[in-house]
């Protein structure tokens, strides 16, 4: 099975700043990666796919990039609405699996 | 637009067996090159896959479950169910589920199952 893991667990920012935290798969995974946003008592919402595709209807300050093992999910300008906590999800090989997520909180 | 929506009890006793369904509208469970799937969200903790079928039936399980877990789709009611046997504490979660085609685009609200007696 693939492991993804996240760092950090827990950022602390502020608005406007830019973040960038990581995901790192065990095995390469080529490009397959996914990105996801979770609020509290939400479903997750799909941010990047494909590594660093935008899914239509995401704002752009939000990107993705890497490949093989390691990737970056970044926030060029913190908002608001964007506390939350953040998954990578690898659809490389089955089982699927997901990071154990990084929540970005308000400094 | 697709809605999913999951149905069942909330409250399951130990040993006995998990059951839910999820209902799907705006789109066909056997039409396209979709997977239907259920993730299951443990309280505070990370996202977790169980299982997926595909539109023609086929269905892949993770197999930290496999041995418990069935998943079927009903095509007269545009539905697909979870079955997972002999649950405990631990599979007391927010079960969700989902569509994916490389990525889980569309998601159920979820529903919180608690396993206890």
């Known amino acids: 099975d693939i492991q993804m893991t996240q760092s950090p667990s827990t950022l602390s920012a502020s608005v406007g700043d830019r973040v960038t935290f990581t995901c790192r798969a065990s095995?390469?995974?080529?490009?397959?990666l996914v990105w996801y946003q979770q609020k509290p008592g939400r479903a997750p919402k799909v941010l990047i796919y494909?590594?660093?595709t935008l899914e239509s209807g995401v704002p752009s300050r939000f990107s993705g990039s890497g490949s093989g093992t390691e990737f970056t999910l970044t926030i060029s300008s913190l908002q608001p609405d964007d506390f939350a906590t953040y998954y990578c999800?690898?659809?490389?090989?089955?089982?699927?699996?997901f990071g154990g997520g990084t929540k970005v909180e308000i400094k | 637009q697709v809605q999913l929506q999951e149905s069942g009890p909330g409250l399951v006793k130990p040993s006995q067996i998990l059951s839910l369904m999820c209902t799907v509208s705006?789109?066909?469970?056997?039409?396209?090159?979709?997977?239907w799937t259920w993730i299951r969200q443990p309280a505070g903790k990370g996202l977790e896959w169980i299982g997926r079928?595909?539109?023609?039936?086929?269905?892949q399980y993770n197999p930290s479950l496999e041995s418990r877990v069935t998943i079927s789709g009903d095509t007269s009611k545009n539905q697909f169910s979870l079955k997972l046997s002999s649950v405990t504490a631990a599979d007391t979660a927010v079960y969700y589920c989902?569509?994916?085609?490389?990525?889980?685009?569309?998601w159920g609200q979820g529903t919180l199952v608690t396993v206890s007696s």
């Open positions: 705006g789109d066909s469970i056997t039409s396209g090159s979709y997977y």
């Open positions: 989902a569509r994916e085609n490389w990525k889980f685009d569309s």
């Open positions: 999800q690898q659809n490389n090989n089955l089982p699927l699996s």
């Open positions: 494909q590594a660093s």
């Open positions: 079928m595909y539109t023609s039936g086929s269905t």
């Open positions: 095995l390469s995974i080529s490009r397959s």
